[in-house]
């Protein structure tokens, strides 16, 4: 799934401007629906709202039409689209609140199935630390036995083209 550069901003703008619904906003922005509704329910804010048709990632139209439509989802235009996937070569640069805690999962998904991705690697590619993959490939995390194993890729915390070219780095390296 994609999500609007500047999320939080973006669900401002929506919430004070729109008549969308809480859950579409949350959906567009990759936020929980709670996190959407303390936005809106902040007397003052710490971001600016970042009007998402002036930077090009929705259309006019598309708004107007999820307004009417509380079962339509916004969807970013694809220009958008295809300027994530290019900057995403190294593979995912913003995680969502919503997938942060799948993080755990995903880093021991990797060491299961390619134990020859070093502790830096793996760190790399799902935007951790050393010591935390590390603990998980040592299951001495204090989170251990609550971590669901899950793929990344299927999550959105890593690209698969990301993880074949790890994969094939330590593999030439042995």
Not at 130 to 137: G, H, I, K, L, Q
Not at 151 to 159: A, E, K, T, Y
Request: hydrophobic content about 35%; aromatic content about 6%; charged content about 20%.
């Amino acid at each position: 799934m994609n999500y609007p550069y500047m999320p939080k901003s973006t669900a401002l703008w929506l919430v004070e401007n729109t008549s969308l619904s809480f859950e579409q906003i949350a959906d567009f922005c990759g936020l929980h629906e709670l996190e959407v509704k303390s936005i809106a329910d902040a007397e003052t804010h710490k971001v600016q709202g970042l009007d998402p048709v002036l930077s090009g990632q929705i259309a006019r139209d598309d708004i107007k039409r999820c307004e009417s439509d509380p079962t339509a989802r916004l969807v970013l235009l694809e220009s958008i689209v295809m300027a994530q996937k290019s900057q995403n070569k190294k593979g995912v640069g913003y995680t969502p609140m919503l997938h942060r805690q799948n993080r755990l999962g995903g880093i021991l998904w990797i060491v299961k199935n390619y134990p020859e991705l070093t502790d830096g690697q793996v760190a790399r590619l799902m935007r951790s630390t050393n010591p935390t993959v590390a603990s998980v490939r040592n299951k001495t995390h204090k989170n251990y036995s609550n971590i669901h194993i899950q793929s990344p890729i299927v999550l959105g915390l890593v690209s698969e083209s990301a993880l074949h070219e790890a994969v094939a780095k330590a593999r030439k390296n042995s």
